[in-house]
Nanobody, 122 residues
Framework: QVQLVESGGGLVQAGGSLRLSCAAS????????MGWFLRAPGKEREFVAA????????YYADSAKGRFTISRDNTENTVYLHMNSLKPEDTAVYYC???????????????WGQGTQVTVSS
């Protein structure tokens, strides 16, 4: 049974930082591209960042470029999202997702976590 478990969300002031983690189990982690998505209240799910199977290639939404960094540790089956310079508009539930082999920036991922809430106060 595949499980993706996010952690690290919380309440932070604008300008602050958070590191989200997503621990994967039940799959061959190194064979999956990993992504982070968010869903803000009343909005559709949006792409944030993604990383290739090896970790060599990363992709970001324009809103995340320069502020967020995605990384993975294939020895720990974990993907991270380091978020800096957070803004109130970053407030959302953040989800990690796994897709076999190829990275995409759409929600076409095979497995999803339950999400972790990030709230940025002004």
């Amino acid at each position: 049974q595949v499980q993706l478990v996010e952690s690290g969300g919380g309440l932070v002031q604008a300008g602050g930082s958070l590191r989200l983690s997503c621990a994967a189990s039940g799959l061959t982690f190194r064979s999956y591209a990993m992504g982070w998505f968010l869903r803000a209240p009343g909005k559709e799910r949006e792409f944030v960042a993604a990383v290739s199977m090896s970790g060599d290639s990363t992709y970001y939404a324009d809103s995340a470029k320069g502020r967020f960094t995605i990384s993975r540790d294939n020895t720990e089956n974990t993907v991270y999202l380091h978020m800096n310079s957070l803004k109130p508009e970053d407030t959302a539930v953040y989800y990690c997702a796994a897709r076999r082999f190829l990275v995409v920036t759409t929600p076409a991922y095979n497995y999803w976590g339950q999400g972790t809430q990030v709230t940025v106060s002004s």
